[in-house]
Each structure stands twice: as structure tokens, then as C-alpha cells.
């Protein structure tokens, strides 16, 4: 009887595990706020259905380019056929800036058709107009010479032909054409470091990590107005939708290890005890009593928080979706922290499970190695998946940003 249940077991996981073997394979490669991760997965988008196979991580304590290019280095000799995998690239916020905009444009000869070449004309100036404005203000953000800022990566989200959108506007005519994309600006550096890891290294797709779960957000909540924060160990990422503008925002530098270093001051212990009472704390294995005393402590800090945040914000309220990358208190969605607001301010929770029953995909995670944040993954894979499949428009985009780049 053991032996048959035994057999019924195995049959039901194998079974499990054969709705995951079919699909394509990616391995999605972050370089994120002092460290480095590789994710092998295979993705499945007719069935809906992602299966992370491994996952290697390298910490990066002095994030320069050539520390990240090394750490990567070291993760990617562990990959074996390297050239099988499509590769998905999300980058830090000082490491890369994707905004999703739109262009308009008036055409002289409007009562021509709109032909390939004239399409082409009209989507070189629209990358061109958008790369020249931005160009100084991404170097200022990444903290480089405007001249070492270039495109990685453009796609065409959508055109409107005289305010009425169309697939293919080829073959009709029009006054005004409005242009929606997205462009990843990133340091020259950087990308050729990238490119010269490995000849096998086949890049698919280039984002900034934070944009592209801004976006996947903006699909699951069903609004285009609002704010996502990437809280990282030493510093806060604020990102915003709205209307159809969607980019970083702005950072300050304050950090989850704002509140170890506070109970270091207040407690008289050192960072890995500090650590371990905020992660006991989190995991609510405490008595009321206590919580309710540690939580007064904490609050001194997560007011500095607060302030942050407040003081990013324009003069309206916000709902602000918050992606921590380390234990983070509970309490920061309660209405006694969100009453400390001056403005109208939701903070929300992200979670894998809100993004894949929202969306209608199914997740396995096989890893032996803990993926790190895995919100900030699915929103790599999910903003390439949903990239547009217009192979028109993407191949007259990309033949200009090869012309920009070179």
C-alpha cells in the first residue's frame, strides 16, 4: 500500500511538473542596488506559465560599473550553454532610465499615403526628439557625461493617426501622428562592459527594473495614476504613472537599514541582532506587548520615512504601490502610520501572488537558492512579455536606435 502511494505521489508530481517543461528560455539578469542576480527560467505565454529553474545571486557592496561587470562575470561562467537562453536585462535606476512617452508630429504632405519610408521618417524623428530632450537629464540622473548616455533599447507601444489609434498605419493618410513608446537610455560603459561578458550573450531586452513593474502594475490595478517605491536596504526608488507618462520619479537615501541602525542606537546590539529582531518582528512570532513597544521605537524612524515620501509627492494624494527588498514593518500599511501623511497617501503591499492571479499566470519556483524579490523579477518577465508584437514597427524602430548607437 506504501509502494502504490508512493508511485501515486511521484505520478502527481511529475504530472504537476510537465505543465511547466514546454516554453522558452530566459535568463533574466538583474543588476540592483548593491548586487547581482541570474535567474534560468522557462516562460510559456500562450499557456500562461513561468517556471523559475535556478538562481544565482552575488552581493556588489560598492556599486560601480566595473564591480557589477566582474560580480556578473562570475555568475554567468556558472551557466552552462549560455548561448540556449534569450536574455532579459533589468537595471538599477542609476544604471538605467526607461520612460514610456508619446511624440507628436505634423506631416507636410498629409494628403499622401503613409508608406514604409515616410513611417520611417516619421519614427527616426519621434527617437530622436525624445533621446536629444532626455538625453541631459538621464546623464544628471545616472550621474554621467551627457555625450556617454545611449539608447539600449525602443519599442513602438502604439501610434494614432489624427487622434484614432491604428495597428499598421501604413496606407493611410493623416495630418497629426502621436507616437507612444518606450526608450531605455543607459552609460556607454556599462552596455559595452555587458556586451563583452561573453560572446554567447544574446540580449533580448533592456529595462530599468523599476519602470517595468510600474508598467505590469498599471495592467493589474486597471489606473494609470499612481506611484510604485522600490525600498532598498540604503535607499527609496519612487516611480510614477500617470496618464501616459511613465518613468522614475525620484530617490532619496533612507533605507530598510535605517531601522537596524536605529535599534543598534536605542538597544545597545549589534547589526546581525538588529536584524534578526526585525525579522522575528516581522514574522509576528512576538508577544502584544512587545509589539506594541517595538513598534512605538520603529515609528520614530518610518516618520523619516514618511517625510521622504511626502515630500516627492505633488500637492494631490496618492495610492503608492511598496516593494521592499528586505523585511519591512507590516505597520507602514496601517492607518496609524498612514495618518502621519499631511496629504491623502495609500501606501499599498506588492506581493508575486497579487501579480500572477491579477494577470492569470501560474508560477513555480524550483530554485534551491532563494530568488531575491521575486516582484522585481516578474516584473522583468512580464514587461518583456508583453512587449508589442508589431514586427513592422519594431524593426523600423530598432534600425534607428542601431543608427543613434553607432
Not at 519614427?123 to 538621464?138: A, E, L
Amino acid at each position: 500500500m506504501l509502494y502504490l502511494n508512493v508511485l501515486g505521489f511521484n505520478h502527481i508530481k511529475e504530472a504537476f511538473s510537465n505543465l511547466f517543461v514546454k516554453g522558452e528560455d530566459y535568463l533574466v539578469l538583474e543588476i540592483l542596488n548593491h548586487y547581482v542576480q541570474v535567474s534560468l527560467l522557462k516562460l510559456n505565454p500562450e499557456k500562461r506559465e513561468i517556471l523559475v529553474l535556478k538562481n544565482f545571486i552575488r552581493q556588489v557592496p560598492e556599486f560601480t560599473a566595473a564591480n557589477v561587470l566582474h560580480g556578473t562575470r562570475m555568475l554567468l561562467k556558472k551557466i552552462r550553454k549560455l548561448e540556449k537562453y534569450k536574455v532579459i536585462l533589468s537595471l538599477d535606476s542609476t544604471l538605467a532610465t526607461t520612460t514610456h512617452s508619446s511624440v507628436s508630429l505634423v506631416r507636410q504632405n498629409s494628403r499622401e499615403i503613409i508608406d514604409e519610408a515616410d513611417l520611417d521618417n516619421l519614427i527616426s524623428q519621434s527617437i530622436w526628439r525624445f533621446f536629444d530632450k532626455n538625453r541631459w537629464r538621464v546623464a544628471q540622473k545616472m550621474g554621467i557625461d551627457d555625450v556617454d548616455v545611449i539608447l539600449s533599447d525602443v519599442r513602438i507601444r502604439d501610434i494614432r493617426l489624427d487622434g484614432h489609434r491604428v495597428v499598421n498605419p501604413i496606407g493611410f493618410k493623416a495630418r497629426a501622428v502621436e507616437i507612444f513608446f518606450s526608450q531605455t537610455l543607459v552609460g556607454k560603459e556599462l552596455l559595452r562592459g555587458i556586451r563583452e561578458l561573453d560572446q554567447n550573450l544574446n540580449v533580448v531586452f533592456i529595462t530599468e527594473a523599476g519602470t517595468a513593474l510600474c508598467h505590469v502594475l498599471s495592467k493589474i490595478v486597471g489606473s494609470n495614476n499612481f506611484y510604485a517605491i522600490n525600498l532598498f536596504p540604503n535607499q527609496t526608488s519612487m516611480f510614477v504613472s500617470a496618464g501616459d507618462r511613465l518613468s522614475h520619479h525620484d530617490s532619496f537615501d533612507w533605507g530598510g537599514n535605517a531601522l537596524n541602525n536605529l535599534l543598534c542606537r536605542y538597544l545597545k546590539v549589534d547589526q546581525e541582532t538588529a536584524v534578526a529582531m526585525i525579522n522575528t518582528y516581522v514574522s509576528s512570532s512576538v508577544s502584544q506587548n512587545f509589539l506594541r513597544k517595538f513598534e512605538t521605537l520603529l515609528l520614530k524612524e518610518l516618520y523619516v520615512f514618511a517625510n521622504g515620501i511626502e515630500s516627492l509627492l505633488g500637492d494631490a494624494g496618492a495610492s503608492i504601490y511598496l516593494n521592499a527588498f528586505l523585511n519591512f514593518p507590516q505597520i507602514v500599511y496601517s492607518s496609524r502610520f498612514q495618518s502621519r501623511f499631511q496629504k491623502s497617501v495609500k501606501l499599498l503591499s506588492l506581493s508575486t501572488s497579487m501579480i500572477t492571479e491579477k494577470l492569470g499566470y501560474k508560477v513555480q519556483f524550483k530554485s534551491a537558492t532563494p530568488v531575491k524579490n521575486p516582484v522585481s523579477l516578474l516584473g522583468a518577465v512580464l514587461e518583456m512579455d508583453f512587449l508589442p508584437k508589431n514586427d513592422i514597427l519594431s524593426r523600423l524602430a530598432n534600425r534607428r536606435m542601431r543608427w543613434l548607437v553607432n
